[in-house]
């Protein structure tokens, strides 16, 4: 359903922050993605949705090439950002029916679609405020309602999570689940190690812009001998060179 081939984006004319990468998402399965701050995740994702467009490599989805102008295959995206960024001006209600618009939902569809996120992240007593008022968490929510509205066949979700209250987070993952099971694709990244560990089925771990593994935490565990998810995964990512260097701060 994902397929990276040697994809590569650089920044500033030097700065690699993905470096060839190479990745196979399956259908049916919840995909995990995780990395340090910095090691190309968000950078990723945004090739993957079409936001932005690799220096070298392919990026397909349901093996058709994405670009940032292919609307087409972007309609079958659900996208969460990192940041639950929206138009603060318009209600709750008002954003997800230009979110409707824009991906042409029918009205009778949008309308039962809509209560039923609505519900399940319990929203419905403040989505006839302005966003301006609404919390993090709330936010959060309106960008997930919003990113599956549309019914989309792939999720995207950059630190869906965070912000989220303990029955939200739940809920969601649930949601995952029954979206994969029904053949379906999440591919989501997270901070948090115990959710990857128990929701994912696979993982793949990028640091400095490279994939470090890709395999179920079993398989990591057969490489790196037994352990917690996140004292495997700090091993995976740590610096081959652990020591700083503090010269640009004039140490004598």
């Given at each position: ?71 087409s ?9 990192d ?9 709750g209600?008002e ?68 912000g ?20 379906n ?8 190690m ?15 812009g ?6 179920t ?22 610096s081959?060179d ?11």
């Amino acid at each position: 359903m994902i397929q990276l081939e040697s994809i590569t984006k650089v920044y500033s004319g030097s700065v690699k922050a993905v470096d060839n990468v190479n990745l196979e998402v399956r259908p049916g399965e919840i995909f995990g993605f995780l990395g340090p701050n910095g090691a190309g995740k968000t950078t990723t994702i945004k090739m993957v949705v079409g936001l932005l467009h690799p220096t070298s490599g392919k990026v397909k989805i349901f093996g058709e090439e994405m670009n940032t102008e292919n609307v087409s295959l972007k309609k079958r995206i659900g996208y969460v950002a990192d940041e639950p960024v929206v138009m603060e001006k318009l209600t709750g209600a008002e954003y997800i029916r230009f979110i409707c618009d824009v991906f042409e939902v029918p009205f009778s569809e949008r309308v039962k679609k809509t209560e039923q996120l609505l519900r399940s992240f319990k929203l419905e007593s403040a989505i006839r405020d302005p966003v301006s008022t609404y919390s993090h968490g709330m936010r959060q929510k309106l960008s997930l309602i919003s990113a599956l509205v549309h019914d989309p066949d792939l999720w995207i979700l950059d630190e869906p999570i965070v912000g989220l209250d303990p029955k939200s987070a739940f809920i969601l993952k649930q949601m995952m689940r029954r979206h994969a099971d029904a053949g379906n694709t999440v591919f989501f990244s997270t901070h948090i190690m115990e959710i990857a560990e128990r929701v994912c089925d696979r993982l793949g771990i990028i640091g400095d812009g490279e994939i470090k593994f890709v395999g179920t935490v079993d398989e990591l565990r057969e490489l790196r001998g037994e352990g917690s998810l996140e004292e495997l995964f700090l091993e995976v990512t740590a610096s081959e060179d652990e020591e700083s260097d503090f010269s640009y701060l004039g140490a004598r």
